[in-house]
């Protein structure tokens, strides 16, 4: 069987749909997430092909970005770019380490800290 026609007969479910976003399928075959963007409605119909999510690297948020590392069926590294806050949605979701970068990410690991310990934390958008 061809590659092209093995892609055809993946199974796909659903994992989570971000708004706007990209929508991440586990395949039924192999247990495997991957990423979907809007050129297909399944992973393997997209204009990059299958993207499976790299669980040995970690996702990656700074302060204004987020990024999903992933794998081509080649074996080369890629990362697919989310909202920070889907990023860690994701994240959360499939059990993945998750490396802060930027200026917020010791106020990050402050609040992380804080929240772990018991301390009650209230979080308000800031006012323009």
């Not at 301390?119 to 958008?125: A, F, G, R, T």
Request: proline share 5%.
């Amino acid at each position: 069987m061809q590659l092209a026609q093995a892609r055809q007969e993946y199974g796909w479910s659903l994992v989570i749909r971000f708004p706007g976003g990209h929508r991440y399928f586990r395949n039924l075959d192999n247990d495997k997430v991957s990423a979907c963007d809007n050129s297909g409605s399944r992973p393997h119909l997209t204009d990059d092909g299958v993207l499976y999510v790299d669980d040995k690297r970690p996702v990656v948020i700074g302060s204004n970005y987020g990024t999903v590392p992933v794998l081509h069926d080649d074996g080369s590294q890629a990362h697919v770019s989310e909202q920070p806050h889907h990023a860690v949605q994701l994240a959360q979701e499939l059990g993945l380490e998750i490396k802060l970068t930027g200026w917020q990410s010791d106020f990050v690991r402050a609040l992380l800290s804080a929240m772990t310990t018991g301390v009650k934390v209230s979080l308000q958008p800031e006012k323009n």
